[in-house]
């Protein structure tokens, strides 16, 4: 009987894969039973390069540098898994492969460049998996799709590969060749990513070298009525926004006039108008990788790379979340079952009150704000799976912790608070006092928030 090839992204969701799947020989570079061989790439194996390594001139003469045909080339220090991978591809009991790269478009392109490389047509099943937990990889063999469905996702991995291999080498080739017109070689490269992020970094700065600083004044003032005192800020009710980002109804541009404002004001009486009013808040989204950075890096310090790091740590080695690569904040509208099970595995640990109550008053329901199709499209939001961790170090629970309170928290009513704003006018001037107190903490309540009462 043949076998079936699968190829993973890495060594690592090999052995995961061979541990889920169960009764592995390992070999050397690869698992093996009856049914299965499993191996792995380690990232990109291929690159693309000139044909046949030419050697092309640093000269505006020599663009546009456009081939005929695209070539891939061996990564030089991961030959030796390509060479492997190319042996097990071929082996005549080999009768079939599984994509089991990450389940994305870099994924996708890792694996099609194997097959074109190596120029195997074998038949092709995807493995697509959300999450590494034993439960999701068995439920992902039991829904293989056919190759021939990932191949609008793969055209569209090849065609990023070969626009950015086009965009980087004619451009930093001119751009090179025009920074060294007074001699020398002066290498700039140039790429689709590299340089608008570089072009931000470039345009902040010189507003920040460009910036004159212009003085304003701010009135405050402290009113005195029976229950004691409160403060004030003066503003203009006549203000309109202009194109200055500067204007705003509070600033005085001129001293003289500020100085006018506190005379016509001190040791005056005035009149006191209250508006209170409810302000629901609704719950954060769930997090896509950018929003998880974000917060992250405002939280902990945390540089992107670095909790992209963390986050493939708790989605590879403690199966802990899902596919954290995502730019999507929604669910799929399927989920809703899995969501509550989800629920129902954090109830040991320290938010499971929380999870609980979310269960139990019925929040858990059919929701746009939640589960959407229309906003996802190959992975959703990152959220925790049904495996809590153990063994995690300080890091990895604080941003597991963060990833699972914004999963339960979306679940829970809006915040309500009581907004108050008081205007005060004296001598035909206006201070303006503002302050809310949270009246029902709704979702606050998963960070520990809690309702105010007047004093």
């Known amino acids: 009987m043949g076998k079936t090839l699968i190829i993973a992204e890495k060594p690592s969701v090999a052995a995961d894969l061979a541990r889920v799947l169960g009764k592995f020989k390992k070999e050397k570079e690869f698992f093996e039973n009856d049914e299965y061989v499993i191996s792995s790439a380690v990232g990109h194996l291929l690159e693309l390069g000139l044909p046949g390594n030419e050697k092309i001139p640093w000269k505006f003469e020599a ?3 456009i081939p005929e045909r695209f070539e891939l080339h061996p990564v030089a220090k991961t030959e030796s898994r390509l060479k492997v991978l190319k042996r097990l591809m071929a082996r005549k009991d080999v009768t079939g492969l599984i994509n089991a790269c990450d389940a994305g478009r870099e994924g996708e392109l890792i694996f099609r460049n ?10 092709i099943r995807r493995l697509w998996l959300q999450s590494m937990t034993p439960d999701a990889i068995r439920e992902g063999f039991t829904k293989l799709r056919d190759g021939s469905e990932l191949q609008p996702l793969a055209d569209a991995a090849k065609s990023r590969s070969e626009s950015d291999w086009l965009v980087g080498i004619n451009g930093t080739r001119a751009m090179t060749a025009f920074n060294s017109r007074g001699g020398g070689f002066n ?4 790429g689709r990513v590299q340089t608008p992020t570089l072009a931000v970094l470039v345009n902040r700065e010189k507003a920040i070298r460009d910036f004159v600083p212009k003085g304003y004044f701010e009135i405050h003032g402290e009113f005195e009525v029976a229950a004691g005192m409160y403060p004030g800020r003066w503003f203009d009710p006549d203000f309109k926004k202009g194109q200055s ?22 040791g005056k009486s005035g009149t006191v108008t209250e508006e209170k009013k409810p302000s629901n808040q609704l719950s954060p989204l769930l997090y896509d990788l950018t929003s998880l950075q974000r917060e992250a890096n405002g939280r902990f310090g945390l540089p992107a790379k670095r909790t992209l790091q963390i986050a493939q740590a708790l989605y590879e080695r403690h199966k802990a979340i899902t596919y954290p690569r995502t730019d999507s904040r929604y669910l799929p509208e399927d989920y809703l079952g899995t969501v509550k099970s989800t629920l129902g595995k ?9 999870a609980q109550k979310a269960l139990d008053q019925g929040w858990v329901r059919p929701s746009k704000r939640v589960f959407n199709n229309a906003k996802v499209s190959d992975h959703f ?13 300080e890091m990895e629970r604080k ?16 915040a309500v608070y009581e907004v108050t704003t008081r205007m005060t006018r004296i001598a035909g001037h206006h201070f303006k006092t503002e302050g809310k107190i949270l009246r029902e903490p709704g979702w606050r309540a998963v960070y520990g928030q809690e309702a105010e009462t007047e004093q």
């Not at 799976?385 to 170090?393: G, I, K, S, Y």
Request: charged content about 25%; aromatic content about 8%.
């Open 187 to 190: 290498l700039t490269t140039v």
């Open 63 to 65: 663009l546009p540098l």
């Open 399 to 414: 941003l597991y912790e963060m990833i699972a309170r914004r999963f339960i928290a979306i679940f829970y009513p809006a």
């Open 114 to 123: 194997l097959i074109e490389a190596t120029g195997c047509t074998k038949p």
């Open 346 to 354: 954090l109830r040991p640990t320290v938010l499971g009150p929380f």
């Open 381 to 393: 939001a990152i959220i925790p799976t049904t495996t809590v961790p153990a063994n995690l170090d």
């Open 245 to 266: 980002e500067d204007e705003k109804a509070e600033r005085v541009w001129r001293e003289d006039i500020a100085d006018q404002i506190v005379a016509d004001c001190l």
